[in-house]
């Protein structure tokens, strides 16, 4: 096997050829960086901190959307593709440099930025937020931790003879406890079957204090997170520390699927993803728990 090589003939064409004869889009990438953090002040010193599934915010500093809030991100330099931009978006937001990074969507509606036709390449990145610093980029002053909740408000079914719909409406809200800063929006999920096939759109319904289409892009991000460690457990354990209990993995589980789970079902499921070491977990008033790590050969 070898690399194509270009005939004279197409280097001709090429060296004729006038790109700016087509419209062109600028690029770039938003990035959804979850994480599981204590979510409150903590009532029992007895028992493990409360936690909560957490999304990482910008506040903007200048227009479009001045003083509201977004996804970090930013504009794709000449030099870069879409996972350089992303990469570097992320160490600038929060200085985590070995952080899951998976292309999660790509957004490009008509109107969907009142700048112009910009397309957003959407990363999914789960991060140990314990560990990492936010900190405002060039476009934001302020960056913070939101809690995020995503609820059913409605849900309606439409069967025909060849095809069928479902409508589901969702209310998300992110919150951050300290400020006192709640930001909410209703984002409209339709998805039609048609000849075996499925088409799925999404329609913001009502946003408050979110930026562009971003109610709509952390929805679809997070149905994609859920979907994904359905599918793949060993996802889950980027959000966790080199170390944890056995509780607290399952505790990142339920709050990534929003979910109970059966503990001795879980325990059988993540025993080959897991190994124990000798340290134990103390103090803070809570009983010793032994702590565990990523079984290495499992993740290879």
């Given at each position: ?14 060296a ?27 009532e ?6 409360k ?155 009502d ?57 001795p079902?879980f ?29 290495v050969?499992?993740?290879?």
């Amino acid at each position: 096997m070898s690399l194509y090589v270009m005939s004279e003939e197409e280097r001709a064409y090429l060296a004729g050829y006038d790109i700016a004869r087509f419209e062109r889009p600028s690029l770039a990438t938003d990035i959804a960086i979850f994480s599981i953090m204590e979510d409150g002040e903590r009532e029992n010193y007895k028992k493990l901190p409360k936690k909560a599934l957490k999304l990482l915010l910008i506040k903007r500093a200048t227009y479009p959307f001045k003083d509201l809030w977004a996804l970090p991100g930013g504009f794709c330099r000449p030099d870069e593709d879409v996972q350089e931009t992303a990469l570097r978006e992320l160490y600038e937001e929060t200085h985590v440099k070995a952080a899951y990074l998976q292309l999660a969507g790509t957004f490009g509606e008509v109107g969907r930025d009142p700048r112009g036709w910009i397309i957003s390449n959407t990363f999914l990145s789960l991060v140990d937020g314990e560990t990492c610093k936010p900190r405002g980029g060039s476009d934001a002053w302020e960056a913070k931790w939101f809690s995020v909740e995503l609820t059913v408000k409605e849900e309606k079914r439409k069967l025909q003879e060849e095809a069928a719909e479902l409508v589901t409406e969702y209310n998300l809200t992110l919150s951050h406890e300290e400020s006192g800063v709640v930001l909410k929006a209703v984002i409209k999920e339709q998805k039609r079957f048609v000849n075996y096939h499925e088409k799925v759109s999404y329609e913001i319904v009502d946003s408050e204090g979110l930026a562009f289409d971003h109610g709509k892009i952390i929805l679809q991000t997070l149905l994609f997170l859920r979907k994904s460690v359905k599918n793949d457990w060993k996802l889950a354990f980027d959000l966790m520390p080199e170390f944890f209990t056995l509780t607290q993995l399952q505790n990142t589980f339920e709050l990534v699927l929003d979910e109970k789970l059966l503990t001795p079902n879980f325990r059988r499921k993540v025993d080959e993803l897991v190994v124990e070491t000798e340290q134990i977990l103390e103090g803070n008033g809570h009983r010793p728990a032994k702590l565990f790590k990523r079984k290495v050969e499992a993740f290879a």
